[in-house]
């Protein structure tokens, strides 16, 4: 168990939606980075938030937004869903200096039929 | 993102056997982490490496981060079918430490 967690588990919806996806980091993590992976992409980084303000912006589509809260949870945002946007959505948490090492959580899988 | 090539795509041993695969990158990394990811499931951290030639060792798992800070590689050594999964290696260069991916090794063990 990493101590990330993540909600829900699975997601089935359809296109056009939009859904919400939630993360906790880690006990005293102030980054959480989220993540996409499918099958041709591999693992991709979206976006990146440290202690509430977004700190870097990877392969992140403009119908997708992100926020930290201030009790640390980051939401991800997806809207105007594609067939394409089916994937396994990952969120990571690391602490506010070294070890710089990333811990994952257990992932929401979307479905977008 | 930066683009990481690792290889071998796929690997199907038999139990008992050693195992390598690497990781190389087309710039400089200050840090490599290989992670194992299980179906379904995300992937869990092995090992973090953060100065070039550094060996580290996790039980039977022997990674080393590259002189040049462009490649790593992962050594398993004498396989248990529970090896079996898709290792990740994993770089960044500080930009907010935001993670590069290789497409991962998938590694079969038979028994």
């Known amino acids: 168990d990493s101590g990330v967690t993540q909600t829900p588990k699975h997601l089935i919806t359809a296109t056009g939606q939009r859904v919400t996806l939630r993360c906790s980091p880690r006990?005293?993590?102030?980054?959480v980075y989220w993540y996409q992976q499918s099958l041709d992409q591999g693992l991709q980084f979206l976006i990146q938030y440290y202690n509430g303000e977004e700190r870097a912006k990877g392969n992140i589509l403009e119908r997708f937004s992100a926020q930290q809260f201030p009790d640390l949870h980051s939401e991800l945002n997806l809207s105007s869903l594609e067939l394409g946007d089916s994937a396994l959505y990952f969120c990571?948490?690391?602490?506010?200096?070294?070890?710089?090492?990333?811990?994952f959580g257990p992932g929401t899988r979307l479905t977008v039929t | 993102g930066q683009q990481l090539n690792q290889s071998p795509q796929s690997m199907f041993i038999q139990e008992g056997e050693d195992v390598s695969m690497n990781c190389t990158s087309s710039?400089?990394?200050?840090?490599w982490l290989w992670y194992k990811q299980d179906p379904g499931e995300g992937p869990v951290l092995l090992i973090a490496l953060y100065k070039a030639g550094e060996l580290t060792s996790n039980g039977r798992l022997t990674a080393q981060f590259g002189i040049t800070r462009k490649d790593s590689f992962l050594n398993i050594s004498a396989s248990i079918p529970s090896d079996v999964g898709i290792y990740f290696c994993?770089?960044?260069?500080?930009?907010?430490?935001?993670?590069?991916f290789g497409k991962g090794t998938s590694l079969l063990v038979t028994p």
């Open positions: 994993a770089g960044h260069s500080n930009s907010g430490y935001a993670l590069n």
């Open positions: 710039s400089i990394f200050n840090t």
């Open positions: 006990s005293g993590d102030l980054s």
């Open positions: 990571a948490s690391r602490g506010g200096g070294p070890p710089y090492e990333q811990y």
